[in-house]
């Protein structure tokens, strides 16, 4: 069974920084994409970034500039590297792994972990 646990998420000020990994347990094969979504109180989930098995990244524009989407293939492990954060980057920040196990193709998805942005 594979899990994902998020960490790196926290408290910071406007302008501040932080930088979410996510674990996986258990290993999953022929990875077709990485991601980091989020959601906010009364929103849907959003892509926020994301990242194929060829290295191509995408990002919603309004963290274009300030988020690096990245990862570690061989620990099946993507990171979200966020700078000059603001108030309305304040969300559950979830990752995603879309690949396969035991030969089926699955959407794994993480708990979630919370950032928020305030002074």
């Known amino acids: 069974q594979v899990q994902l646990v998020e960490s790196g998420g926290g408290l910071v000020q406007p302008g501040g920084s932080l930088r979410l990994s996510c674990a996986a347990s258990?290993?999953?094969?022929?990875?077709?994409?990485m991601g980091w979504y989020r959601q906010a109180p009364g929103k849907q989930r959003e892509l926020v970034a994301g990242?194929?098995?060829?290295?191509?990244?995408n990002y919603v524009d309004s963290v274009k500039g300030r988020f690096t989407i990245s990862r570690d293939i061989t620990k099946n492990t993507p990171y979200l590297q966020m700078n000059s954060l603001k108030p309305e980057d304040t969300a559950v920040y979830y990752c995603?792994?879309?690949?396969?196990?035991?030969?089926?193709?699955?959407?794994?998805w993480g708990q979630g972990t919370q950032v928020t942005v305030s002074s």
């Open positions: 995603n792994i879309n690949g396969v196990v035991a030969g089926r193709r699955y959407d794994f």
């Open positions: 990242i194929t098995d060829g290295g191509v990244t």
């Open positions: 258990g290993r999953i094969f022929s990875i077709n994409s």
